[in-house]
């Protein structure tokens, strides 16, 4: 059996050759990784996980802020989920996400713990790779 190209309204309808596809590919695995990894800091700070609560409160951050910064990181997240089918709503989620991390990023700055200021910076990398993948696919 012979393999022939395709030409004219058959290629067209065969989609671009350009990558796109493995583009949205990258965008969803980026995407679902990031949310899983902001969930599981919200699920973290709900149940008051020692290894997260305890730098909290040595920032400085009161422990009634704690449920609301958990809803937000959690809300975060399913936005990113959501984003996938409702691309607006993705987009604000990891705009809003990075704004939270980087408002992380400023408090730990404050606090003059300098050797913190990556461990917000893992968690905005990977929104801010859902955000660039989802712009260029």
């Given at each position: 059996?012979?393999?022939?190209?395709?030409?004219?309204?058959?290629?067209?309808?065969?989609?671009?050759?350009?990558?796109?596809?493995?583009?949205?590919?990258?965008?969803?695995?980026?995407?679902?990784?990031?949310?899983?990894?902001?969930?599981?800091?919200?699920?973290?700070?709900?149940?008051?996980?020692?290894?997260?609560?305890?730098?909290?409160?040595?920032?400085?951050?009161?422990?009634?802020?704690?449920?609301?910064?958990?809803?937000?990181?959690?809300a975060?997240?399913?936005?990113?989920?959501?984003?996938?089918?409702?691309?607006?709503?993705?987009?604000?989620?990891?705009?809003?996400?990075?704004?939270?991390?980087?408002g992380?990023?400023?408090?730990?700055?404050?606090?003059?713990?300098?050797?913190?200021?990556?461990?917000?910076l893992?968690?905005?990398?990977?929104?801010?790779?859902?955000?660039?993948?989802?712009?260029?696919?």
């Open positions: 059996m012979a393999v022939t190209a395709k030409t004219g309204p058959e290629q067209a309808r065969a989609g671009p050759p350009d990558g796109s596809i493995l583009m949205s590919t990258a965008h969803v695995v980026v995407t679902v990784l990031a949310a899983a990894w902001v969930g599981f800091s919200a699920v973290s700070v709900f149940l008051r996980a020692k290894w997260v609560v305890q730098p909290l409160a040595d920032y400085g951050v009161p422990q009634s802020w704690w449920p609301w910064l958990g809803t937000a990181k959690a975060g997240a399913v936005g990113l989920l959501a984003g996938l089918l409702v691309p607006a709503i993705g987009v604000l989620a990891g705009i809003c996400l990075v704004l939270y991390f980087t992380a990023v400023i408090t730990v700055a404050r606090a003059r713990w300098y050797s913190h200021i990556p461990y917000p893992m968690y905005m990398a990977p929104v801010a790779g859902a955000l660039v993948l989802g712009f260029a696919s």
